[in-house]
């Protein structure tokens, strides 16, 4: 069984910090791990994913996560937020081994202040 | 460009009235999905089409249906809509060939009950 933990539901952070989202996983095969970033009224956008290979991996708009298998983790970070980084963030874990549906974390809501 | 597209984007019905959300890619996937999203949650897979095979989540309710005609299209039928389907629709398409992989999203229907 697979499952995905989410831990912050909303983060908040001042332009220019540091974003990082946290996600931990839980797979009896090795998984594939998704970032998917959703503005308002909009479909899930991918930002990055891991498969198999490099651990750290750089996605779009700057973002880059690092699987952890050790830590069951695969944080999403970004070393500088802009405003236009408001979103709906969703982590997503799917077998490796023929298990095409995702397993979605609940999601966390990024506010940006100015 | 590629992609998945979905129609309307904004659709309001009566209650009771059946409505049909319309998907359609031009990825030539194999595999496409519907998703359920309310407010503030993570989308909540209703069904797939693998190929021509059609596969129900155990828990997605008999008031809703849905049609692959060919490989582009796949609709998403409401019989019997009620106030609690009032949500965001989305559809995401996939090819899978030996294992998992990523998967697109569409914009997304809004669809209001009133």
């Known amino acids: 069984a697979q499952s995905v933990t989410q831990l912050g539901s909303h983060v908040s952070v001042s332009e220019g910090a540091l974003v990082l989202l946290r996600c931990n996983y839980s797979s009896s095969v090795p998984p594939y791990l998704f970032w998917y970033v959703q503005y308002p009224n909009q479909g899930l956008q991918l930002l990055l994913k891991?498969?198999?290979?490099?651990?750290l991996v750089k996605g779009i708009n700057g973002f880059e996560a690092e699987f952890k298998k050790s830590e069951t983790s695969f944080h999403l970070t970004k070393p500088s937020a802009h405003m236009s980084d408001a979103a709906e963030y969703f982590c997503?874990?799917?077998?490796?081994?023929?298990?095409?549906?995702?397993?979605f974390g609940t999601g966390t809501r990024l506010k940006v202040l100015a | 460009d590629a992609m998945v597209i979905q129609n309307p984007r904004y659709q309001v019905t009566q209650f009771g009235k059946p409505v049909t959300l319309s998907c359609s890619q031009t990825l030539n996937h194999n595999v496409m999905y519907w998703y359920q999203q309310k407010s503030s949650q993570a989308p909540k897979l209703l069904f797939h089409y693998y190929d021509k095979d059609f596969n129900n989540e155990a828990d997605t309710p008999d008031n809703f249906q849905s049609r692959r005609p060919n490989t582009s299209f796949c609709f998403l039928d409401i019989r019997s809509p009620g106030l609690g389907d009032a949500a965001m629709y989305l559809c995401?398409?996939?090819?899978?060939?030996?294992?998992?992989?990523?998967?697109?999203f569409g914009p997304g229907t809004r669809l209001t009950v009133l």
């Open positions: 995401a398409t996939s090819r899978v060939t030996h294992g998992t992989d990523t998967q697109y």
């Open positions: 997503a874990v799917s077998g490796s081994s023929g298990t095409y549906k995702y397993i």
């Open positions: 891991y498969t198999t290979g490099a651990t």
